[in-house]
């Protein structure tokens, strides 16, 4: 897209753009760019930074975060604080991000019906007062700073969370660490699309839990890994959840899902079999999906022998030797 033209900052920054001075648990929102950093500037500074350019090209470009994130905010408030929480923005921003910031308000004013329409879906993905940042949001800026897209590739035409995330996170996935990974898995529609893109089930027959980043580390596991793995996940992204474990008679088996609680009723996420299930429900109760879990895997409901359901830390710590009295059956 056209970079923007330095007659527009020295106009922007002539007027006095800017409004401001100077794994454990769930996360918490990172601080927003407009909120915490974005800076105003006097004319003389205006001129000296645009005459400086060649001198000092990062204090250029990072004015010119200021005026894209200034204008951003006059025109779509939500927008800019949003795309402030990315971390590429916690300190300061490079020239690349600039133009990647850049590229993602021409393709908000090419079209901002269709943006609108498309970030509206993003924004709810996860739980805003508790997830660090907006991960579909970061995918379009990774896309942005990749050149992924233009005026004739525009990622959010058609917008569908499943393929754009596809799309932006390719053939392998993310490259980040566990801990960043598992804030950025701040949704249950992520962290199925997330498994079954890039984990695989893994029969153990020793049937020994393994911790959430040991199952992050091999890319899959046995049921209880991935319940582990997405209880984990899903209780940094601030949802009331548990690993539950449905017990049968039947061969002396069961099957373990992850289980949470979204806007009042229960659902269930469930990957850790050959043929994922993904999210289902709701529910009324940990009683029914642990009858459910019997029954989608070919076992009668009476059948069942016990039910239990704990924090993931508890499950893991305490998996094969959970005390029958606390069954919910």
């Given at each position: 897209m056209k970079r923007m033209s330095i007659y527009i900052i020295i106009l922007l920054l002539?007027?006095?753009v800017g409004c401001t001075t100077g794994l454990s648990g769930k996360t918490k929102p990172n601080?927003?760019?407009i909120d915490s950093t974005l800076r105003t500037f006097s004319t003389e500074e205006a001129k000296t930074i645009?005459?400086?350019?060649?001198?000092?090209?990062?204090?250029y470009y990072q004015a010119m975060t200021d005026v894209l994130f200034y204008q951003l905010k006059q025109e779509n408030p939500l927008l800019a604080k949003e795309l402030g929480k990315l971390p590429e923005f916690e300190d300061g921003s490079s020239p690349s991000e600039t133009e990647a910031l850049e590229d993602i308000v021409s393709l908000?004013?090419?079209?901002k019906d269709n943006f609108d329409e498309a970030f509206q879906q993003m924004y709810q993905v996860g739980i805003p007062e508790v997830r660090q940042y907006c991960t579909p949001l970061a995918v379009l800026f990774n896309l942005a700073m990749s050149g992924e897209f233009n005026e004739n590739n525009n990622p959010i035409e058609n917008y569908n969370l499943y393929d754009f995330i596809r799309i932006g996170w390719g053939y392998e996935g993310p490259k980040d660490s566990f801990e960043e990974v598992t804030s950025m898995l701040n949704s249950p529609e992520l962290i199925d699309i997330y498994e079954k893109l890039y984990f695989r089930y893994i029969h153990d027959t020793r049937d020994v839990a393994q911790h959430p980043k040991e199952t992050f580390e091999k890319k899959g596991g046995d049921c209880e890994d991935f319940a582990l793995f997405t209880s984990c996940c899903l209780e940094k992204g601030g949802y009331k959840t548990w690993a539950l474990m449905s017990w049968w008679d039947y061969g002396e088996m069961g099957h373990n899902v992850a289980t949470y609680k979204e806007n009042g009723k229960m659902y269930v996420l469930d990957n850790g079999r050959y043929s994922p299930k993904g999210i289902i429900g709701p529910f009324k109760s940990q009683v029914e999906i642990g009858r459910t879990i019997a029954k989608y895997s070919g076992v009668s409901p009476n059948t069942i022998k016990r039910i239990w359901a704990y924090n993931w830390r508890t499950f893991l710590s305490n998996y094969g030797n959970f005390p029958f009295r606390e069954s919910l059956i």
């Open positions: 002539l007027f006095g601080p927003s760019y645009i005459a400086n350019f060649h001198k000092d090209p990062n204090q908000y004013r090419l079209d």
